[in-house]
């Protein structure tokens, strides 16, 4: 049986050595990080024995909802060779000098590496930064204000797909001239809906990595949470609540038509059983926030 206290769905896969980058030529992108799925899929331990065999569409899917929802992610496409499907996602830390002959690193950082963390302390839950950290690091940033609003509508949108693996390591900054940072596009996105019922997951095992905080502790738990408990978040943080509110009825507003948009968008071989999953249980967790908001 899984450990029903600390079920985490992430990424899988490799980067796959065929392809290390693409070019302008054949993406528009400068270079692109590789996830594969098929026969030439790097085999990797499974103890839960899930079916992380869509996780390429998966993960397309949510970024996809993500930009329609106006936030900050990497454009990314579905490529196949063969019987293998491949995720590429843009590369935002590299940049094409003015001549375009030399690819540069632009310099980032990851939460752990900012804080002097090993990556095996990423998880709060195992002593790693949770929000109310990361947000006083980002009063530093360079876009105080924009990232610091960005961040905390991340969180809403995480708890709405079911996005369990939102740890320190998956939030980073750019570091910019004169020792300045701001955030980077958010990344390495999946939701846990689609694996539900599978090796006994249930709804109640999904867990945020990062806690909200509740009249007693922190909450984790997805299906848990609702609109109350961002807002006494933000209020711990000092963050604006006329600005949480602001998050949370935009969502409330925007997720129906998004999900629409994002569908009409897919490819026609994108399989229904992800879309059937994650819309579903997007859509039952929009109900709390359109319920709080009189937005139907």
């Known amino acids: 049986m899984p450990d029903r206290c600390h079920f985490r769905c992430h990424c899988r896969g490799g980067i796959s050595p065929l392809m290390p980058y693409l070019t302008s030529s054949i993406t528009c992108y400068p270079i692109a990080r590789l996830y594969v799925t098929g026969s030439l899929n790097v085999i990797m331990p499974n103890p839960d024995n899930l079916d992380l065999s869509q996780s390429v569409d998966n993960e397309y899917y949510c970024l996809l909802l993500a930009k329609e929802l106006g936030l900050n992610v990497p454009d990314a496409e579905i490529i196949k060779a063969g019987n293998v499907r491949a995720l590429a996602v843009e590369r935002f830390d590299r940049r094409w000098n003015t001549e375009r002959t030399v690819l540069l690193r632009l310099p980032q950082e990851d939460m752990c590496q900012t804080f ?174 359109s319920r709080e908001y009189g937005i139907k």
Not at 151 to 162: A, E, H, N, P, S
Not at 259 to 275: A, H, I, M, Q, R
């Open 116 to 289: 002097g963390l090993p990556s095996s302390v990423k998880y709060e839950s195992d002593g790693g930064p949770g929000i109310a950290r990361i947000m006083a690091f980002l009063m530093g940033s360079s876009e105080a204000l924009k990232d610091r609003y960005d961040f905390m509508k991340f969180q809403v949108f995480q708890w709405l797909i079911g996005a369990t693996d939102g740890h320190a390591k998956n939030f980073s900054v750019f570091i910019q001239a004169g020792g300045s940072y701001r955030l980077t596009p958010f990344y390495d996105i999946i939701s846990a809906f689609p694996v539900l019922g599978g090796a006994g997951i249930h709804i109640s095992d999904l867990k945020l990595a990062m806690g909200l905080n509740a009249s007693k502790g922190k909450k984790t738990a997805i299906d848990k949470i609702y609109p109350r408990h961002f807002l006494a978040t933000a209020k711990v943080l000092r963050f604006p609540e006329v600005q949480m509110h602001e998050i949370l009825s935009d969502f409330a507003r925007m997720i129906p038509a998004a999900l629409d948009n994002v569908k009409t968008s897919l490819p026609t071989d994108f399989p229904e059983n992800v879309v059937t999953a994650v819309e579903t249980n997007v859509l039952r967790l929009h109900g709390r926030l």
